[in-house]
């Protein structure tokens, strides 16, 4: 049971706009940074989001993030095949004094 | 351009302790930063180990607190972790990564390739 929950699933066709929510509570979300990290099949997770929505170089503007008390989400436009991994949402966490993941979202490109 | 590369046992015996080690090159160890470590439960999500910078300030997931060590070696430019009375739950890819502390400690913004460590007799 991951402390920050994320959809199991999400899924859409090339061109589409899908979003993946992340939903916490006032001791990670509501009080510090979110951060959304991209796996693609067999690799080591990429930084795709830092401080609820800001973009590390060299990522498409395609993808942003947003925040609202205790709940981020992220938004994918224009969807393409190429998109097809785990997407998973993390925090610092004030009463555990450490980060927490969610879950993962498998996202499907149809 | 940072790299971190993690080394060490694939196998480890019930009980004991695991061992492995993160070299960084592009990078200097001693400078700001964290060091980390997150692990991945073979087709499960991801899971934070805990990270330290070169001074020894070190923060661990509280559920592995009594059993983890995050150590920073400056002069081999190079982090370790040790975790100890290892079970098959402690089967996992383990990640090793920088974590970028301008805002907290979950900005990880280089990883490792990630070795997969199997706990088993």
């Known amino acids: 049971q991951s402390v920050l929950t994320q959809p199991p699933s999400a899924s859409g066709t090339p061109g589409q706009r899908v979003t993946i929510s992340c939903s916490g509570s006032?001791?990670?979300?509501?009080?510090?940074?979110v951060y959304w990290y991209q796996q693609l099949p067999g690799t080591a997770p990429k930084l795709l989001i830092y401080?609820?929505?800001q973009r590390p170089s060299g990522v498409p503007d395609r993808f942003s993030g947003s925040k609202s008390g205790t709940s981020a989400s992220l938004a994918i436009s224009g969807l393409r095949s190429e998109d097809e991994a785990h997407y998973y949402c993390?925090?610092?966490?004030?009463?555990?004094?450490?980060?927490?993941f969610g879950g993962g979202t498998k996202l499907t490109v149809l | 351009q940072v790299q971190l590369q993690e080394s060490g046992p694939g196998l480890v015996k019930p009980s004991e302790t695991l061992s492995l080690t993160c070299a960084v090159s592009?990078?200097?160890?001693?400078?700001?930063?964290?060091w980390g470590w997150i692990r991945q439960p073979p087709g499960k999500g991801l899971e934070w180990i805990g990270s330290?910078?070169?001074?020894?300030?070190?923060y661990y997931n509280p559920s592995l607190y009594s059993r983890v060590t995050i150590s920073v070696e400056t002069s081999k430019n190079q982090f370790s972790l040790k975790l100890t009375s290892v079970t098959a739950a402690d089967t996992a890819v383990y990640y090793c990564?920088?974590?970028?502390?301008?805002?907290?400690?979950?900005?990880?913004?280089?990883w490792g390739q990630g070795t997969l460590v199997t706990v088993s007799s």
């Open positions: 990564a920088r974590v970028d502390t301008g805002m907290d400690l979950g900005d990880f913004d280089y």
């Open positions: 592009g990078y200097s160890i001693s400078r700001d930063y964290h």
């Open positions: 330290s910078d070169h001074s020894g300030s070190a």
């Open positions: 006032s001791s990670n979300i509501g009080a510090n940074y």
């Open positions: 401080g609820n929505d």
């Open positions: 993390a925090a610092w966490d004030d009463s555990l004094s450490g980060v927490v």
